[in-house]
């Protein structure tokens, strides 16, 4: 029981600890490099919960015969637009009392 015990610790504790850049990890490889495409997720959430406004026509597949049949998340990776580091230092420094 003891050694059952010590093996769940030891594999929560790998699961949580950070892992080395370009260190192999089982079947998957980590890489920890800094994304520099501007890009993020964004996520949107409709919740048509008791609309009566319009028929959802949207989603074609099998009904859950839920609030699920009314509910849709949307994932999306967008360009994210904004200045650049040099840009936002110059107009900080700018603004400092002197």
Same mark, same amino acid.
């Given at each position: 029981?003891?050694?059952?015990?010590?093996?769940?610790?030891?594999? !929560?504790?790998? !699961?949580?600890?950070? *892992?080395?850049? +370009?260190?192999?990890? +089982?079947?998957?490889?980590?890489?920890?490099?800094? #994304?520099? !495409? +501007?890009?993020?997720?964004?996520?949107?959430?409709?919740? @048509?919960? +008791? %609309?009566? *406004? @319009? /028929?959802?026509? #949207?989603?074609?597949?099998?009904?859950?015969?839920?609030?699920?049949?009314?509910? %849709?998340?949307?994932?999306? !990776?967008? /360009?994210?637009?904004?200045? #650049? *580091? #040099?840009?936002?230092?110059?107009?900080?420094?700018?603004?400092?009392?002197?």
């Amino acid at each position: 029981m003891r050694t059952v015990a010590f093996a769940a610790l030891f594999a !929560s504790a790998a !699961s949580f600890a950070p *892992a080395l850049s +370009g260190m192999r990890t +089982g079947a998957t490889s980590l890489n920890m490099a800094m #994304d520099k !495409s +501007g890009r993020a997720p964004v996520i949107t959430v409709f919740d @048509h919960r +008791g %609309c009566t *406004a @319009h /028929k959802n026509t #949207d989603y074609t597949g099998p009904k859950a015969n839920g609030m699920e049949d009314e509910q %849709c998340v949307k994932v999306q !990776s967008v /360009k994210i637009a904004g200045p #650049d *580091a #040099d840009t936002v230092l110059r107009d900080s420094l700018a603004t400092l009392k002197k």
